[in-house]
């Protein structure tokens, strides 16, 4: 990068970090530190919420996602507006009247409080994790631009984001996402607009979204049948995204702490579900949006010099290995094909606009049959770096924006580009971590502790926001150790998914059985919730390994399914009919 893209990258991230602490003034207790006293807008909460979900990952990965595989992956979040709903019809109203901290105070009240620690463990356990990915993502583009060790580079990114997050609390997180997200469309919006800028003379924005066409790349509704069967491995399609996407955005709103904690920084109840509900109507766009402009970049490629591997620092160590003049080879091949690419690409839309519809039919098949060709050299082109580097990620999804905002921004806006990417990290990871330290205070230590009941009430509280602040530095610190994990997990945006697919179906099944089966107790939805996570987990490794054909998104319908299954059967076993306390 150039000096000025250094230097409106470290002003963008100093900027929003001052403007954040600035705005984080809140009483020193729990109530300020993760709720923000309560004090929240709709729109704060709407744009707290979204940038809770809209990670690096989002912006870093789901534009590579929809190169490699189409537009399809937004059927993911169709099931997100019915769900928003939902919550605003039960669960929100209910958690604003009991005034709790955490969704899973709530279970303890209902059931017990061995139900409600195995929930606030799952859900502890599963975003954790899924923040450590998160972390690793952003150190992505140090690690590419810096050639730093990855390693080292999830230390330093995650040290930046634990001090970030301890010094500020939830009101920071909220008031920073405000301004990133002002930041990150402007920058988004840039970027599809220089991919349309830089095609050749005489190829529009229209032109552009017929090449992605017919290369198969705006798939946006699959039906997920082939051949007259619905194929139930098929991650993305219309079905599965209403239905699985449905549980899923139920479960990730209305049980995650991570989201919870963001709509209980409302004033009211009226400003949470107004959040919530223009969430509905906003993400799905959004995401569109973000998808469309791998769509666009997939056409770019179509017109100009695509790299066959993206990744640059791990290219770079393969081609200086034994297997160099293999991948000298390979590249050669590629960027042949690439060539004649460009020229099937032109003739393709000058068939369009002469209407020529014998010429169009033929040049689609060429151009679809050219890019299969690319794609199996590119196979190839990663099987020699998997040779080279075993221990290398060979998989350059994530790489494919980053790589097209290096070679081809001008000055200035590549800075801008990359502190989006930062920023998106930022405000995911900051509220990540301020929930999993609101769940391990509230339903851990403040539940447990017995040393606290000689201080009075302003001396307990600036007790458990220093004690808080610790929890959070402690989450950040494992956050780290998983990032370090990472480098093989492929499409960060995929992999964040699927292991949330393997725990919020359950979690959403306990919720569930609380809110709408009201005979069932806390030892029968305890036991449900157990042998039900088992059971998803052993399904999704028996998927992996291809004895059974079921996609990540199904999980979390069949886990909240199972959970309520059994909780009737076990209640029944116990104490026919017998109500809850």
């Not at 909460?45 to 990965?61: P, R, W």
């Not at 954790?128 to 580079?153: D, M, R, V």
């Not at 993400?283 to 770019?300: C, D, E, H, R, S």
């Not at 509230?442 to 009075?456: M, V």
């Amino acid at each position: 990068m150039s000096g000025i893209d250094w230097i409106v990258l470290i002003a963008t991230l100093l900027g929003i970090i001052a403007y954040g602490l600035y705005k984080s003034r809140t009483s020193k207790d729990l109530d300020g530190y993760f709720l923000s006293n309560r004090s929240m807008p709709w729109y704060l909460v709407l744009l707290s919420i979204m940038g809770t979900q809209a990670s690096a990952v989002t912006f870093l990965s789901a534009p590579g996602q929809a190169f490699t595989d189409g537009m399809r992956f937004v059927q993911y979040y169709f099931g997100l507006p019915l769900a928003m709903v939902v919550l605003c019809i039960t669960f929100v109203p209910l958690f604003s009247r009991l005034k709790v901290f955490t969704a899973y105070e709530f279970l303890e009240k209902r059931f017990d409080l061995q139900t409600r620690i195995l929930t606030s463990f799952l859900f502890l356990l599963q975003r954790g994790l899924s923040t450590g990915i998160s972390i690793y993502a952003p150190s992505i583009i140090l690690s590419s631009l810096l050639g730093w060790n990855i390693f080292l580079t999830n230390i330093v990114m995650g040290g930046l984001l634990i001090i970030y997050t301890v010094s500020g609390g939830a009101k920071a997180v909220a008031y920073t996402q405000q301004l990133q997200f002002v930041i990150i469309f402007i920058g988004m919006f840039l970027a599809g607009y220089m991919i349309v800028h830089l095609l050749p003379p005489g190829i529009g924005f229209a032109d552009a979204l017929r090449v992605s066409g017919a290369s198969g790349k705006l798939n946006v509704i699959t039906t997920g049948a082939e051949g007259g069967h619905f194929d139930w491995r098929d991650k993305y399609n219309i079905w599965s995204g209403v239905i699985g996407g449905f549980f899923l955005a139920l479960s990730y709103f209305g049980t995650d702490q991570s989201q919870v904690g963001r709509y209980l920084t409302a004033k009211n109840t009226t400003e949470s579900k107004l959040g919530l509900l223009m969430n509905g109507l906003v993400k799905v766009p959004m995401q569109f949006f973000i998808l469309l402009i791998g769509a666009l970049l997939f056409t770019f490629y179509q017109f100009k010099p695509s790299p066959v591997f993206h990744n640059r620092a791990v290219e770079e160590k393969a081609q200086q290995t034994v297997y160099k003049d293999s991948l000298k080879l390979v590249q050669a091949e590629y960027v042949t094909k690439n060539a004649k690419q460009a020229e099937l690409s032109s003739d393709y839309i000058n068939a369009y606009h002469a209407n020529n519809v014998g010429k169009l039919k033929e040049l689609k098949d060429s151009v679809a049959l050219n890019n299969k060709q690319l794609e199996a050299l590119r196979g190839a082109y990663k099987g020699y770096i998997k040779k080279a580097l075993p221990l290398a990620d060979n998989n350059d999804t994530n790489y494919i924006f980053l790589r097209f905002v290096i070679d081809y921004l001008p000055v200035g806006l590549i800075g801008l580009l990359i502190a989006i990417i930062f920023l998106a990290a930022w405000g995911s990871i900051a509220a990540a971590l301020n929930s999993l330290a609101s769940c391990t205070m509230i339903d851990f230590h403040r539940r447990f502790s017995k040393n606290d009941a000689e201080l009075n009430e302003g001396e307990l509280g600036k007790k458990e926001y220093r004690i808080s602040r610790i929890y959070t530095f402690a989450w950040g610190i494992f956050c780290i150790i998983v990032a370090q994990f990472a480098n093989r997990m492929g499409s960060l945006i995929e992999a964040v998914n699927i292991l949330g697919s393997l725990f919020y179906g359950v979690i959403l099944g306990i919720f569930l059985v609380a809110f709408y089966v009201k005979r069932v107790g806390g030892k029968a939805v305890f036991w449900s919730a157990i042998i039900s996570e088992i059971i998803i987990v052993a399904l999704f490794f028996l998927n992996e390994y291809g004895v059974i054909n079921l996609s990540f998104l199904w999980l979390n319908a069949v886990g909240a399914l199972l959970v309520v299954m059994f909780s009737l059967v076990f209640q029944l076993s116990y104490q026919p009919f017998q109500k809850s306390k």
